[in-house]
């Protein structure tokens, strides 16, 4: 491919994606439809090998990319049944109170659709431990977690724009509250450990807590 046809392709990539971030801005809150045509925007192959090639650092990941770990069918009531310290419980209630089903696996057909696979389906469970709700504000510190774990994953930070500027917008008097909200889960993404590829069907039983200690998931928690 000569330079002309790739400056070219370069041109209408970041076409799609503008035209694609103007059609979430004008979507209702918690437009799916709108969130995975920005997703799917603003991939490129580029980006993605090196999201995979710096998680691929961290033996938890490499593991679970190499191997396409899942973490299989979750049985919400079960865990709802457990004691209400452990990670079980405040995932299923969590879901519960939100009206959430857990996300189905699906085939990865690459590194690069695992990346997407596994990030879609611990969503919720990040939601959990980094303590975000499901409103923007939380949404967005969930986004500023992700891009400081994953740091070249294009998509979280492309939401977190989209959540700037939406807010900026339409809610002026949340700025304050969604900066606040970035910049706590940018700082505990950077000061976690890496949680991508992290077995969380292992752990139910185990108090939160605990996990968040050991994972340095609290403001400045220590490892154990």
């Not at 490129?44 to 679970?64: M, Q, W, Y």
């Not at 069907?201 to 400045?220: G, H, M, S, V, Y």
Request: hydrophobic share 45%.
């Amino acid at each position: 491919m000569n330079t002309k046809d790739s400056i070219g392709q370069h041109s209408q990539w970041k076409k799609q994606v503008f035209e694609r971030f103007m059609q979430i801005l004008n979507a209702p809150y918690g437009d799916f439809q709108a969130i995975w045509n920005l997703a799917n925007a603003v991939s490129d192959g580029a980006g993605f090998r090196r999201t995979v090639e710096l998680l691929s650092i961290h033996p938890l990941a490499k593991n679970a990319i190499q191997n396409r770990l899942h973490l299989g069918a979750i049985d919400v009531q079960q865990l709802h049944a457990l004691p209400e310290e452990t990670l079980g419980y405040a995932y299923s209630d969590h879901l519960l109170r939100n009206g959430l089903t857990p996300i189905q696996s699906q085939i990865a057909k690459d590194d690069y659709d695992y990346l997407v696979v596994h990030l879609t389906e611990v969503h919720d469970i990040w939601h959990v431990v980094i303590k975000a709700d499901t409103s923007m504000v939380g949404e967005t510190k969930l986004q500023a977690f992700v891009a400081a774990q994953l740091r070249t994953f294009r998509f979280a930070y492309t939401m977190l724009a989209k959540n700037l500027l939406k807010t900026a917008v339409e809610d002026l008097e949340c700025v304050e509250q969604l900066m606040d909200a970035l910049t706590e889960g940018w700082r505990l993404g950077k000061q976690a450990q890496p949680l991508f590829g992290m077995q969380w069907n292992t752990l139910w039983d185990i108090p939160l807590i605990e996990l968040q200690a050991k994972w340095k998931l609290l403001p400045n928690a220590i490892a154990q």
